[in-house]
């Protein structure tokens, strides 16, 4: 194995960008030689130098001025920012991972299609809700291919929401239809976020409601639990809540994420999803390129 570890840039010092740093120094390929935003207060750029990380204020501008700083860029921002960031680093054949819901690049989950994924030089990691769901309409469409309909209403702790997340709802749950459309093939898919204020803050749950006559109900246990255990690799908060449950003609399915708490709190199940996600692919990517395993 090689100790070669790819370095790599983070644009955007919140919730996402703080939980991001933590994976990627906690990896075993991967390295962050710059964390970049534009607020000098910043919570985040602040715990980045307590960590040892070069920081900057000048935003994506600090890595397009010094381009040998990293290879690989996570954005972190915006999907209004990223439609900007985009070109300008395309420019530089940098490998981009996008986790806004921009879908400027090719969309990926890496249960699904983390090859496919790389030969794309801007990767979007879609939404939360895409990654935890799309996989679960994928086995549906596949075991019974005449379903027309597929509703998926996502619940996460208002607490969890951060800027970011807020400024990217309406991108968010349009995205997150479009890729259940995309990987499962259904005619037409529903997507609803409900941000939760309770206390204590609650999990990430997702649930999945689909009509349809004489469901092949075993079968669908059976790929549904195969699938979750494949993505709990790399996301090991990921878990069925109800197991396929079939009731007056429609079938149901729930999901629950819970961080694993690097930077966040647990209950931030929704970005430790994206974020585990979008490092996998990272990781992957530098497998590949070094040749580490």
Avoid: W
């Avoid at 840039?9 to 075993?28: A, C, H, P, W, Y």
């Avoid at 469409?141 to 969890?160: C, D, F, G, W």
């Avoid at 997340?165 to 898919?189: C, F, H, L, M, W």
């Amino acid at each position: 194995m090689s100790s070669k570890r790819v370095k790599c840039g983070i644009i955007g010092t919140g919730n996402i960008g703080m939980d991001l740093l933590f994976k990627v120094q906690r990896s075993e390929f991967l390295e962050c030689s710059i964390f970049v935003g534009r607020n000098m207060e910043s919570k985040g750029i602040r715990k980045a130098e307590e960590m040892g990380i070069r920081t900057s204020t000048d935003s994506i501008r600090a890595i397009l001025n010094e381009p040998d700083i990293c290879e690989v860029v996570f954005d972190a921002t915006s999907a209004r920012d990223h439609m900007v960031h985009a070109p300008l680093l395309s420019k530089l054949s940098m490998f981009v991972i996008d986790l806004t819901p921009s879908r400027f690049g090719k969309m990926c989950i890496p249960v699904m299609d983390l090859e496919n994924g790389l030969s794309s030089q801007n990767i979007n990691m879609v939404t939360c809700g895409g990654q935890a769901i799309a996989p679960i309409a994928k086995v549906l469409m596949e075991i019974h291919p005449e379903i027309k309909y597929i509703e998926v209403v996502a619940t996460i702790s208002s607490k969890s929401a951060g800027l970011g997340t807020r400024a990217n709802i309406d991108e968010y749950t349009q995205t997150t239809k479009d890729a259940i459309e995309y990987y499962s093939g259904v005619p037409r898919a529903k997507a609803i976020i409900i941000l939760n204020p309770a206390e204590p803050p609650i999990r990430m749950h997702n649930t999945i409601y689909v009509e349809i006559d004489n469901p092949k109900l075993e079968e669908i246990k059976h790929r549904v639990t195969e699938v979750a255990s494949r993505i709990k690799k790399y996301v090991s908060g990921y878990v069925i809540a109800l197991e396929p449950t079939y009731e007056n003609g429609r079938l149901t399915i729930m999901i629950e994420v819970e961080g694993r708490g690097d930077y966040l709190p647990p209950y931030s199940g929704n970005l430790d999803i994206i974020t585990s996600a979008a490092v996998q692919v990272a990781e992957e990517h530098a497998r590949k390129k070094y040749a580490c395993i």
